[in-house]
């Protein structure tokens, strides 16, 4: 941690990650169409996957600034801006454990399923073109998944075998310390997404891969509280141990009511049904005054993005309320302190006189 003196900042937002809203039919098929509806609601950013053409071209974002132009001048028409550009689902299959390799296939194009190697060989390229399609676009952040090798394992029973946890973090930052290093030649952050599945999933481990690749300093974090509250994580105090790192923010609600039947592993029960689950904006349990006092405190001046996850709500009305609810939220940072006016400036003598010390001082004399 820093000793250095962090001046408050203003968040900006609210922004959309538009994910979740994505569709067939006007008009969420189109990034024109789903643009304009997010301005309508009072969004004024949009964070964009990056693994569906027909919204979001990242190849030709990578190698064409014309098209770079023509996203940025359409979302301006609405009076938006790109906040970031997203890749979880390639973040993903950089790595996954062979237990899973048959449920990650729907994450790759159809033709490399079944071919892991091939799968993983393409979610690098396109990470890469990610960096670059950033750069292109004027943007300073990225947000993405780890993937996984030791998921399977993170309750230890049977023992783990000596050394496996090692093993997946050295194997895990051989294969991220390339794409860091491509994203800072750009000067791009990559930032993770803690979440449950991948190996990044709370602070140990991002600290297990922050150590590995040299506290590299393009290794940062997408900060969605809503999975520590499920993991039964302090998510305000984790701001105050790690936002030097934090870079994005997904703003997402959600809920854990104990249950006599099932915990925080959910029984394999589907969202509507577990102990924790997610929910939109101001439905749920998260503090979202203290989040935003601690993260507007602590110097973030990046987005707050909804992802909407909700198992109850229709999602327009949570995109419609979440607008609103981030909003209210922003903390527009003071101008002046509240006691200015009291001030009366520094005066050592005054000072000393206040502690008694010129007195002393003349006594001694």
């Known amino acids: 941690m820093s000793n250095e003196q962090v001046l408050p900042a203003t968040i900006q937002g609210p922004g959309l990650c538009i994910a979740q809203f994505i569709a067939t039919t006007p008009p969420f098929d189109s990034l024109d169409g789903l643009a ?3 301005a309508g609601l009072g969004f004024r950013g949009l964070q964009i996957p990056t693994t569906i053409p027909a919204i979001f071209d990242l190849a030709r974002a990578a190698e064409s600034d014309a098209y770079c132009d023509e996203v940025r001048g359409t979302l301006a028409r609405h009076g938006l801006q790109l906040t ?3 890749s979880p689902r390639q973040g993903h299959l950089m790595a996954v454990n062979p237990g899973f390799d048959d449920v990650a ?3 790759a194009p159809a033709a490399l399923r079944g071919n892991p190697a091939a799968r993983r060989e393409w979610a690098n390229a396109q990470l890469l073109l990610g960096a670059r399609a950033s750069r292109r676009l004027g943007l300073t952040r990225h947000t993405t998944f780890s993937g996984s090798l030791l998921w399977p394992y993170f309750y230890p029973y049977p023992p783990i ?9 050295n194997e895990l930052a051989r294969r991220w310390r390339p794409i860091l ?3 800072d030649a750009v000067g791009v952050d990559l930032c993770f997404e803690l979440h449950p599945g991948e190996d990044l999933h709370d602070g140990v481990t991002f600290e297990r891969l922050l150590e590995k690749v040299d506290n590299h300093k393009r290794l940062a974090i997408q900060y969605d509280p809503s999975h520590f509250l499920l993991q039964h994580l302090d998510y305000l105090g984790f701001i105050d141990c790690y936002h030097e790192r934090i870079r994005c ?6 809920e854990f009511v104990p249950s006599a039947r099932s915990g925080v ?3 394999y029960q589907s969202w509507i049904d577990r102990p924790g689950r997610f929910r939109s904006l101001g439905d749920g349990q998260m503090d979202f005054a203290g989040i935003f006092s601690r993260l507007t405190r602590y110097g973030y001046g990046g987005w707050a993005c909804l992802e909407w996850e909700c198992c109850l709500k229709n999602s327009e009305d949570g995109a419609r309320e979440g607008a609103a609810f981030i909003a209210r939220h922003i903390i527009k940072v003071t101008e002046r302190a509240f006691d200015a006016a009291m001030a009366s400036g520094r005066d050592d003598a005054r000072n000393a006189r206040i502690l008694g010390l010129a007195r002393n001082s003349r006594t001694a004399t």
Request: charged share 25%; aromatic share 20%; net charge negative.
């Open 249 to 254: 923010f997904h703003v997402k609600d959600a």
């Open 105 to 107: 296939d729907v994450f």
């Open 181 to 183: 290093d491509a994203f």
């Open 161 to 169: 075998p000596e050394g496996l946890v090692e093993a997946g973090f």
């Open 84 to 86: 970031e550009l997203s």
């Open 265 to 267: 592993y959910g029984g």
């Open 36 to 38: 304009g509806w997010a």
